[in-house]
């Protein structure tokens, strides 16, 4: 019996790096409208290389780029890409199709569901109502809360806890099998990999279901509870 479901965010629930990569393009376009002297595509290229290193959550991601490139920080170049950045990124954040119908037939089946991130957790609220999720979640599990980062089990061990179902009555949904399916797994969590989200070209993901869509996760709850 499947009562509930542990949702990562990032590339499960939100197209994240489509907008992570319109919203680059737009800070770096508006920093050469500001005056920068560069060629797009390489300034792109080592901001995504900084962001690799660094982290995709950097919230400084700008100031370390332009320091490490110039030696200085230009603050009306800085102030553009940040200006252009959040334009595009308020423009482009979108949730993957079938995300808000999966939630609401969840929510009718009386499955309990929460979200699970390594993103900071303002962040992940601010996605989260920004896209209208904050009727279905009432709770969020960061890894800011207990300084490990999933697959470590210390946020999967919280995430159980809030919604007070064993591991083997709920699921993880994810998109990053090194993260997501092992950390659920080595803790007898059910799981199914969001093949839709991948970004990792991960040939096999470990997990006890794929989906190529969100809203198959509906069926197979519904076949493992036995309802029809």
């Known amino acids: 019996m499947i009562k509930a479901v542990i949702f990562d965010v990032d590339n499960t629930l939100t197209d994240f790096m489509k907008m992570k990569r319109a919203a680059v393009d737009s800070a770096v376009e508006s920093m050469i409208d500001a005056g920068l002297q560069v060629r797009k595509e390489a300034m792109v290229e ?24 110039f030696g200085r920080i230009d603050y009306k170049l800085l102030a553009a890409g940040i200006v252009g950045y959040r334009r595009a990124k308020a423009g482009t954040m979108a949730l993957y199709p079938h995300v808000n119908l999966t939630l609401l037939e969840l929510m009718r089946l009386g499955v309990k569901s929460a979200a699970l991130s390594d993103a900071p957790k303002l ?4 996605r989260i109502v920004g896209l209208g999720l904050h009727h279905y ?92």
Do not use: C
């Not at 290193?53 to 991601?61: F, L, R």
């Open 123 to 126: 962040e992940v609220w601010l």
């Open 137 to 228: 979640f009432g709770q969020v599990v960061t890894s800011a809360d207990l300084g490990v980062n999933k697959p470590a089990p210390e946020p999967f061990r919280k995430a159980l806890e809030v919604l007070g179902t064993a591991p083997a009555e709920t699921i993880m949904v994810g998109d990053w099998a090194e993260r997501d399916v092992a950390g659920a797994k080595n803790l007898g969590i059910r799981t199914a990999w969001a093949r839709y989200g991948d970004t990792h070209e991960t040939k096999d993901s470990g997990a006890e279901f794929v989906l190529e869509d969100i809203h198959e996760l509906v069926d197979i709850i519904r076949r493992e509870n036995g309802a029809s």
């Open 46 to 69: 080592k901001i995504f290389a900084t962001y690799w290193k660094e982290g995709v959550e950097d919230q400084k991601i700008f100031d370390k780029v332009l320091k490490a490139e």
